[in-house]
């Protein structure tokens, strides 16, 4: 007898389902193999794609900040610039409101003012003194005591020096208002 002839019937159709469910199990098993290959190739793609996304926002990034960096070490060294302008305009001022009020001081030079010609004598005007050993030809003039001319000189050494403030603040505001 064959051992085929001893499994008979019912123990025949039970191997035939145990075959069954392993051949079943089997190609369960493969199937699931392989969408976890596919699966996991497409997540390792849409990572490799975000990746690269990644890169070429940070390099975007990178870009902008250098281009935003240029424009502001542009306006500084222009800003550097006009502030030596408006240095030296201001120096050189004070150098020539220093060498006036020093020849003033020394009676080396002298303020004068015009007088008005058509005035009477007798209304509080200065008389016109002319100088000895010549006549003065040309407008009447009166001259300024040395105090009343250092006080002069003051005052418009104080007007200069406003006015090139001035004129390096509206500078200055022009250069970081304009874009460029």
């Known amino acids: 007898m064959r051992f085929g ?55 975007a990034s990178a870009a902008q900040q250098r281009a935003e960096q240029d424009k502001r070490l542009a306006l500084e060294q222009r800003l550097a610039s006009s502030e030596q302008t408006h240095y030296r305009a201001l120096s050189d001022v004070q150098r020539d409101q220093g060498r006036l009020r020093d020849r003033l001081a020394t009676a080396d030079l002298r303020l004068s003012v015009l007088l008005d010609a058509t005035t009477s004598a007798g209304n509080g005007s200065v008389p016109a003194a002319t100088a000895t050993g010549g006549v003065v030809h040309g407008p009447t003039r009166a001259e300024l005591d040395p105090a009343h001319a250092q ?7 104080d007007g200069d020096r406003g006015l090139i403030a001035l004129a390096a603040c509206q500078a200055y505001a022009k250069e970081v208002s304009t874009p460029k």
Do not use: F
């Open 5 to 59: 002839d001893l499994i008979s019937g019912p123990y025949q159709l039970l191997g035939k389902v145990v075959l069954l469910i392993a051949l079943a199990g089997t190609s369960a098993g493969i199937t699931w193999r392989v969408q976890d290959w596919r699966y996991g190739s497409r997540l390792s793609e849409q990572s490799r794609q975000h990746t690269e996304t990644l890169n070429q926002l940070n390099l």
């Open 151 to 157: 006080r002069i000189i003051s005052v418009t050494d």
